[in-house]
DNA sequence: AATTAAGTTTCATGCAATGAAACATTTTAA
DNA sequence: TTAAAATGTTTCATTGCATGAAACTTAATT
């Protein structure tokens, strides 16, 4: 970045997002930043950024420690709880996804889609020792890869041949796509009017996912998110696949 | 809120914490609100609020609906994960937390300081139907009542002699005080070197913390923390109570 | 001691944030 | 159906305040 917004805008407030993008600067894992380290990512001046921060951590979003370190504060993690209550679904789903977890022994995440992004909204993880351990609740993904991101283009009526057969077999996999050896397959989950709310995956490592294991996660997510639009009070006709006939 | 922030600051960005603001009306138990709630809620005029909320959109902070309703954006989700995993202490406590219930059938959250804040990291629910369902993940309380925060204070060495007495037993009880009919029993989780980390707690309602069962709590919650300072690598004297002499 | 890097404060400049007003649109009342 | 009120949106002249270079103070390295 180079910390001129001027020109890509229309509309809006430069010194907000100046802002905005000191606290995105966390986001990549780095916990903890100095102030040289902002100003190399956001490319802002450094008497702009302590300014900025001023106000940053009046309001809670940021915190500096006492060795000058700055770190993300309480407020984002407030509104960011707030935002995932804002899905009601997470507390609905969530005993569902430790059965599923419990049943094949292999990490389950909640998918929603935001824009053109993959939002990973509850996860949770297996035992083992060897699992996906690639996404974390919080983590946004671009719409191209994975299972999921297949079943949320597809179910969100995209064209193509492959997001046909998605929406009739209800279910999509993916072996190495998102991360080189993990594999993955996931369903959709219906509200009660039939709108799409959101992605249902397992994923581990591939030599796991043999043909007949995933036949069973497929039954078994398949059962769960049927359930779950059962307790929603939606219809489950929805899920039945292009060949069942009863 | 009057929307004048001029006055009360010095140094910082008007722009800036206008636009926060804005973000912060979200983060009480309203999940979507219109222009004019917005408007009402931080005092700013309608017209900065619009063009405040396009860079807000733009940056992921915030979303607006369809209909014209505005939303945290996942931004603020990702973000707020992020801050959580900053506190790697959670992965490892849940598990604890998780066996913590199991034995008790009571909530337990766990707790950190935030200035003069208490910020709950963590939850794990009981299974009871009638449980401390009054505190979720990411909430944010005033630093005077409660289990947890007695033991937060006590050990940050505030002055007192209930604060003594905490320090002494290792641990801090309450009975209606943030809740009329919730009580609740804490203990503090020290680090490697000693140092303070957060309150890990068990609550519920008043009817079920009887003294017996309270004592069988706190030694179970003791026998939590000790384990989990082990596991960090510390040292596990400091949960010696002054009455101990082994 | 000399040099480099990191962090902080200041202040003149002009850019961009502002809000009143006018307008468009939807909802409510009469 | 019309009138009135509420909500949302756009515009634009005014000036408030965000800006960043420069000077300065530590702190870390050589």
């Known amino acids: ?36 380290d902002i100003a190399e990512i956001t490319g802002l001046n450094k008497s702009t950024i302590l300014r900025l921060c001023v106000s940053l951590e009046r309001q809670g979003f940021i915190k500096r420690r006492e060795d000058g370190w700055f770190q993300l504060g309480a407020a984002l993690f407030h509104l960011g709880s707030a935002y995932q209550r804002s899905f009601q679904i997470v507390d609905v789903i969530d005993p569902v996804m430790q059965a599923l977890v419990n049943e094949f022994n292999e990490c389950s995440t909640f998918t929603v889609r935001d824009g053109n992004s993959v939002v990973c909204l509850h996860k ?21 890869n994975g299972a999921s991101s297949q079943v949320l283009r597809a179910f969100s009526g995209e064209d193509g041949e492959n997001f046909d057969q998605i929406r009739d077999t209800i279910h999509a ?23 799409l709310l959101g992605a249902l995956q397992l994923s581990g490592p591939q030599y796991r996912f043999s043909e007949t294991a995933m036949a069973a996660m497929k039954q078994g997510l398949l059962h769960a998110v049927a359930g779950l639009t ?17």
């Open 1 to 36: 970045m180079d910390g001129d917004l001027r020109l890509e805008q229309k509309g809006g407030v430069i010194a907000l997002e100046r802002g905005l993008s000191i606290l995105s600067a966390f986001g990549n894992e780095r916990s903890a930043l100095r102030l040289t």
């Open 124 to 144: 949770v993880e297996s035992s083992q020792g060897i699992r996906d351990a690639g996404s974390s609740i919080g983590d946004r993904y671009d719409l191209n």
């Open 173 to 195: 996999t993916s072996f190495g796509t998102l991360y080189p050896d993990a594999a993955a397959i996931a369903c959709p989950l219906f509200g009660m009017g039939g709108d």
């Open 230 to 246: 059962r307790s929603l009070g939606g219809n489950t006709d929805i899920y039945r696949t292009n060949t069942d006939n009863n």
